[in-house]
């Protein structure tokens, strides 16, 4: 009779563990050390934190015996290209339901799925208002050509994709048990949370000392809340995993700015001041947003987070190539306003 719990599907897909670097000139210019988990070197296909997410995500749809992977986001999602790349490294199908038109030319992560042989379904506004049930449309199709789906919503965000990060915290744990430093606070990107969820899990389930703190790019704060809280009940739920929602999920909230939808010339600005006194580029969609928050945050009160702060940088590089025209003007000293994409 088995006593023990089978063990999660997973397949091990990121380059891991990712360094922690300090940001030497920055730091010294904020007056507290900041640190980089450069989780952006999880792969070069796979930068990010969607390969983290895949490794369960994919560990659970191979023992479905599944052989086609479906997901959606939008035309330069992160999420679709690290889908798109590993369905080729694993020999899996790709289809990828995209918001918008097909443009004129492939750029950036759009560009990389094609290479990748991902097939697209490009959404009308419609499509996209009810996206689980085209992607469940798109399922039935796979299958009624005798394949065998398995659907992954926006971002990888379900319980199994926490997983990915609750993996990262514990690797994290194990690098402070190795030499690396203790954190105060340790700070990541929410688009929907399910990262954090992962890091605030973690967190109760190692040593890993560090506050977890959310900075939310799209979402107001109560979602972003509310969505952390269900996966970690779910996950206690569906796993036994010894884990509860934190009193408070802690978040800095105010930097979602227009969200998905455009970035401010501040925010590139902050990508354009990490690349040069540090050589670390953010994007500007997720990242160079959250990073914007921290900086800002630390600079009002340099003691809000403590005096060691980590950010988790979480990719999307990729994204940098088809904003070429707004980043242009920047680095020649000309841009202003909102580039709106
Ligand atoms: C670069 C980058 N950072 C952060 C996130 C947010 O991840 P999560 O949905 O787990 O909050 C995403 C995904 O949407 C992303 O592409």
Redesign the pocket.
């Known amino acids: 009779m088995a006593t023990t719990a089978p063990p999660i599907p997973r397949v091990e897909l990121a380059y891991a563990p990712t360094p922690l670097l300090k940001l030497e000139r920055l730091s010294a210019e904020l007056g507290v050390e900041l640190w980089v988990k450069r989780d952006?070197l999880t792969g070069l296909l796979e930068t990010?934190?969607?390969i983290r997410?895949l490794e369960f995500l994919i560990g659970e749809a191979l023992a479905q015996n599944a052989n086609t992977l479906i997901t959606c986001?939008t035309l330069q999602?992160?999420?679709c290209r690290c889908v798109a790349a590993v369905c080729a490294r694993l020999g899996l199908r790709a289809v990828l339901a995209l918001k918008g038109g097909r443009p004129a030319e492939y750029d950036g992560n759009l560009l990389l799925d094609r290479l990748l042989g991902a097939d697209i379904k490009y959404c009308t506004d419609a499509e996209w208002e009810k996206i689980d049930e085209t992607m469940q449309d798109l399922a039935a199709r796979e299958r009624a050509a005798g394949r065998v789906p398995y659907v992954i919503p926006?971002?990888?965000?379900t319980v199994v994709?926490?997983l990915g990060?609750l993996a990262c915290g514990q690797e994290l744990a194990q690098q402070v048990r190795h030499g690396a430093p203790e954190f105060d606070t340790i700070a990541?990107?929410?688009?929907?949370?399910?990262?954090?969820?992962?890091l605030l899990m973690a967190k109760q389930l190692t040593n890993l000392r560090a506050d977890i703190v959310?900075i939310?790019?799209?979402w107001e704060a109560a979602r972003?809340r509310a969505y952390v809280g269900e996966v970690i009940d779910r996950a206690r739920s569906r796993y036994g995993f010894a884990v509860r929602p934190p009193a408070e999920v802690r978040l800095l909230d105010g930097y979602q700015g227009a969200g998905r939808a455009a970035v401010r010339r501040d925010e590139l600005d902050t990508m354009l001041k990490l690349a040069r006194l540090e050589g670390i580029v953010l994007?500007p969609?997720?990242?160079a947003k959250?990073f914007s928050g921290l900086l800002d945050t630390i600079r009002r009160d340099p003691r809000a987070l403590g005096h060691r702060v980590c950010f988790v940088?979480?990719?999307?590089v990729f994204?940098v190539f088809p904003y070429r025209a707004a980043l242009g003007r920047l680095v020649d000293g000309d841009g202003d306003g909102l580039v709106e994409f």
Do not use: L, R
């Open positions: 952006d990010g934190n969607k997410k986001g999602s992160n999420c926006e971002s990888g965000a994709g926490a990060y990541i990107t929410n688009f929907s949370g399910g990262s954090q969820a992962g959310g939310p790019i799209a972003v994007d969609v997720y990242t959250a940088h979480t990719g999307g994204s």
